[in-house]
């Protein structure tokens, strides 16, 4: 369900006329957070990270096993774009750009309750897994006090697991 939906919001996207492409030899070309949301808002243009450059610090796991590792019916270049290259592109521009939430632990927070509105209840348990589970283990885990500071290349970024949490 979250597969499916996500790709929904992603062609209303592509919709607005906005271009997606990898970072550049998958480096943060933005720098801060906040050029992300001005290249959409006065370019139209949004670089996203690879799945497949990073899916967690140090992540060991059967992909074939994660719906989020999926190929789709997109491209960028000559690289197909997985479900969760799509999220992520979905998830920055309805969580964070449209209503201008940072990329730290707050702000994670409120683009999770901003963009879980958009999502099926039963799509939105995955994407509440997906968002305030990473959010969760990040900044407030085994790292969190050094994350909560660290630039996002810095950053230690949880594992990738397939799952859902509990319902409290």
């Known amino acids: ?39 959409v808002v006065e370019n139209n243009h949004f ?22 590792l999926a190929e789709t019916e997109f491209k960028i270049g000559d690289e197909t774009m997985l479900v969760n290259d799509l999220f992520r592109v979905v998830h920055d521009y309805f969580g964070h750009i449209k209503e201008g939430n940072g990329f730290r632990a707050e ?3 409120n683009a999770w ?7 099926s ?11 305030r589970g990473q959010n969760s283990w990040v900044n407030y885990g085994p790292h969190g006090e050094f994350n909560r500071k660290a630039s996002p290349k810095d950053t230690i970024y949880a594992d990738q697991k397939t799952g859902l949490l509990p319902d409290w």
Request: a negative charge; hydrophobic letters at 35%.
């Open 113 to 119: 309750y901003s963009h879980q509105a958009m999502y």
């Open 1 to 39: 369900a979250m597969a499916m939906e996500t790709t929904a919001q992603y062609r209303a996207i592509l919709k607005t006329g906005l271009v997606v492409e990898f970072f550049p030899n998958n480096e943060d070309t933005y720098g801060n957070p906040r050029n992300a949301i001005l290249d």
């Open 121 to 131: 209840p039963l799509a939105r348990r995955a994407m509440t897994s997906e968002t």
């Open 47 to 68: 670089y996203v990270f690879s799945t497949k450059a990073g899916f967690g610090s140090n992540a060991s796991f059967d992909s074939s096993k994660n719906p989020n």
């Open 107 to 109: 702000g994670e927070d």
